[in-house]
């Protein structure tokens, strides 16, 4: 059964939380600096779909290193099938908004998690 587009979001985690959101899934492997747990509001905390620490420090945020993390990054999430599914389900029964706290708002993990979620990029065995 395929995701309808708009039950996957994505919102940096300094903005302010909104009924629109539906179930708030933070998807990085750190807590965003300076954000309380009541004001991230986050359901969910999916530290296992995150880049590994080796990954996320070799891309830096580097543009020019956007394609080979894209890539990476889809082949760690393919590790944790399980971890996706849960995602995949929840995103099916409602809206998902993928919080993440990277500045850059085109190149960072959520981004690459939706594409995945969406069917929008192969990786590996996720289907």
């Known amino acids: 059964m ?5 039950h996957v979001r994505l919102k940096r985690a300094y903005e302010p939380p909104a ?8 998807v990085d492997r750190l807590w965003p600096r300076g954000v309380s747990k009541d004001k991230a509001a986050v359901d969910l905390w999916l530290k296992d779909l995150a880049p590994t620490t080796e990954l996320r420090t070799w891309f830096g945020h580097d543009p020019d290193r956007w394609p080979e993390f894209r890539e990476r990054y889809a082949a760690e999430v393919c590790q944790h099938p399980e971890t996706f599914g849960r995602l995949r389900e929840l995103a099916r029964q409602g809206p998902v908004t ?3 706290s990277a500045h850059d708002e ?7 998690l939706r594409s995945l979620l969406l069917g929008l990029k192969t990786a590996g065995k996720l289907e």
């Not at 085109?106 to 690459?112: E, F, G, K, L």
């Open 2 to 6: 395929q995701i309808a587009t708009d």
């Open 19 to 26: 009924r629109a959101d539906g179930t708030r899934v933070l």
């Open 98 to 100: 993928l919080v993440y």
């Open 106 to 112: 085109t190149h960072n993990d959520a981004v690459v």
